[in-house]
């Protein structure tokens, strides 16, 4: 299940009344997409005449905030290489610096890496997702263009 | 593994590693498309000459081959050069030279968009930033009529939308990315702000931008059929960036309105720069090496666009005249270099060109290739890894000499010198 920004932004007050960490309503539903924030998070969300909205919200993230059992899976006939992946998964960034800067990976440290015109995940235990971490991290996801990784 | 450089799109990605074994081509970083061209192209430690008559196709020496291209091109009535986009800048200045001598017109794929670009004001032959700039400042990066995940895959990736920078140290998160396009594209997914409009409906939309933005009409109803509130965002947005870089494409270019669209994008850049932002346009092609056509072209007579040097000197042809004349079958003999001149063309074009006496020299395994009357199959240049192309933000990037490079040094550049000389002898005799 992908979760579009745009979808949870239609759906919030979009006042921009900076009540929450973000402080714009775009900035809390890319938040809110990637499971960083929960609906609570917006006050006004929770006061009268949201209540249809704050309940579609929770439906909508509600699988996000499950991540006991979890995986991410890569179609690889999907996949250009185009190396989205590489570049947004933190992991990535912060085991081989160089792909943050958008450099293609060259080591064997990181959870994606371009081989042959495609990406593989050659550490997959190296996500998130996984203990110890079990952050909800779906980046890769949300920015993979061709919708080649799935994450559940 | 060894550094080399990719030549299959205008990213010319120098990042990136690959060796050739006896399992064939591996690589690291190299993009699905990059990938397939060094597999295709890994094996070959040799030119290949393939001759066809009556359907018959028979090997020949390089010398044979030479002979009877260089015999083909001086008897030529009206010979057309064409091709030169997958080519390195050195093979582009030969081919130039070449046609001098033929006083053949010379023409390429950047004729269909880019040269009307890069000699448009918008760009005035020059660009104001380049991609390494995008990636450390681009705050608000603006796909126009221009489709990056399709056509060059790793643009996002490497510089303008998910690296970190300077300015911009959360990659995407602390950029603005919009897209707008006459369908909904898989760039789109990463966007913003996604505006599709109908065909044709870029002057509409760009007048309202820069309306909205001097205040003259501020948008207040649906234009184009896109409400009010998605537009008046995307105008905020621009309002909003300090650092704005709009990457245009043919769908902006090719639609019809090639002067309108480009006025129209050099007033908004204009208009922007009026309220104190920094905003560039950048032109967005594909094909590897027709900023490097364009530079060439433009050291030759400042005529950034196609050729004809049939009176000795270089005057201007629009496009439509080489794409009319080949649908016309006016070219009896077609030097193609370097390109795959019977996709690339528009249907009509790819029809004269298929009909005419080909002459190709380039990569194996293109649809010309298999239809000329003389093939010369070089080494691709991303083995021979000699000479330099120029990247589409105009960066002259140089090939890498790697281990595949030893001795495959008969590429594309050395075909046509050859030819060149050969036919410089005749001529004087
Ligand atoms: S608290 Fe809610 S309404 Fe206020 S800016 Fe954040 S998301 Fe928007
Ligand atoms: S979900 Fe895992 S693999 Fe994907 S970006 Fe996040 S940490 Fe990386
Ligand atoms: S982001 Fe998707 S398409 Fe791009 S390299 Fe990764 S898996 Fe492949
Ligand atoms: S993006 Fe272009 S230059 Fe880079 S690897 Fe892919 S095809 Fe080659």
Redesign the interface.
């Known amino acids: 299940m992908k979760l579009n ?2 979808d949870l932004y239609n759906l919030l007050p979009k006042t921009n009344c900076r009540q929450c960490a973000p402080k714009t309503c ?1 900035a809390f539903a ?1 938040k809110l997409a990637l499971g960083d924030v929960t609906a609570d998070d917006c006050p006004p969300l929770l006061e009268p005449g949201f209540e249809k909205n704050l309940k579609t919200i929770r439906e909508l993230i509600a699988p996000l905030l499950s991540t006991a059992e979890t995986g991410v899976k890569l179609d690889e006939e999907k ?6 992946c ?3 998964c933190p992991v990535d ?1 912060a085991v081989e610096p ?1 792909t ?7 080591g064997d440290v990181t959870v994606f ?6 990406a593989k995940i050659i550490n997959l235990e190296k996500c998130r997702r996984f203990p110890p971490d079990r952050l909800n991290c779906r980046v890769c996801e949300q ?1 993979c ?2 919708d080649a990784i799935e994450i559940w | 593994m060894e550094d080399i450089v990719c030549n299959r799109c205008s990213l010319l ?1 120098d ?3 690959a060796e050739i074994g006896d399992e064939g ?12 061209h060094l597999e295709s192209v890994a094996n070959q430690t040799k030119i290949e000459v393939i001759s066809r008559e009556d359907g018959k196709e028979n090997k020949l020496s390089l010398d044979k081959a030479l002979e009877k291209a260089a015999e083909m091109l001086i008897s030529a009535k009206h010979p057309l050069l064409y091709g030169w986009s997958r080519c390195t800048n050195e093979t582009i200045s030969e081919g130039l030279s070449l046609a001098k001598t033929l006083k053949a017109v010379f023409d390429s794929s950047a004729s269909m968009g880019l040269s009307q670009s890069m000699s448009h004001n918008v760009q005035n032959m020059k660009l104001e930033t380049d991609l390494d700039e995008v ?1 450390n400042k681009g705050e608000f990066i603006l796909y126009w009529g221009s489709n990056p ?1 399709e056509s060059s ?2 643009h ?4 303008t ?5 300077e300015n911009v140290p959360q ?3 602390s950029r603005v990315i919009g897209v707008i396009d006459i369908r909904d594209t ?2 789109m ?2 966007a ?1 702000h ?1 505006i599709i409009i109908p065909h044709g409906g870029d002057s509409t939309l760009a007048r309202a931008l820069i309306d909205d933005l001097t205040g003259k009409t501020p948008i207040k109803t649906p234009i184009l059929g896109i409400p009010a509130a998605i537009l008046v965002g995307l105008s905020q947005a621009l309002r909003k960036s300090d650092f704005t870089v709009i990457f245009y494409g043919t769908g902006l270019v090719n639609s019809g309105k090639t002067t309108e669209n480009l006025s129209l994008l050099e007033e908004l850049v204009q208009t922007l720069r009026k309220l104190g932002k920094n905003i560039y346009a950048m032109p967005m092609w594909h094909a590897p090496n027709d900023m490097g056509v364009v530079a060439s072209s433009k050291e030759l007579d400042g005529i950034p666009v196609a050729f004809n040097i049939a009176s000795g000197k270089a005057t201007q042809l629009s496009v439509k005249n080489t794409l009319q004349r080949l649908a016309a079958g006016e070219f009896d003999v077609v030097l193609v270099a370097g390109s795959d001149a019977l996709v690339e063309l528009p249907g009509q074009a790819a029809r004269g060109l298929a009909n005419s006496s080909i002459i190709y020299i380039g990569s194996t395994g293109t649809l010309v290739d298999n239809r000329a009357v003389l093939s010369l199959r070089a080494i691709d240049d991303i083995i021979s890894g000699l000479g330099s192309m120029t990247r589409i933000d105009m960066k002259d990037i140089r090939l890498k000499n790697w281990d595949e490079s030893k001795q495959k040094t008969q590429n594309v550049f050395y075909v046509i010198s050859q030819l060149h000389q050969l036919i410089q002898t005749k001529l004087k005799n």
Do not use: W
Request: aromatic share 4%; hydrophobic share 35%; proline share 4%.
């Open positions: 920004p745009m775009m890319t996949c250009t290489g185009c190396g989205n590489v570049v947004v960034v160089p943050g800067l958008g450099k293609a990976a060259k890496r371009i081989d042959n015109g495609v920015y263009c061709t | 990605c990042d990136v590693l081509a591996k690589s690291l970083g190299l993009c699905r498309l990059g990938h397939t990636q995940v895959h790793r996002a990736s490497r510089f939308v998910f690296p970190r920078g990659g995407v998160e898989e760039t997914k990463m913003n996604r």
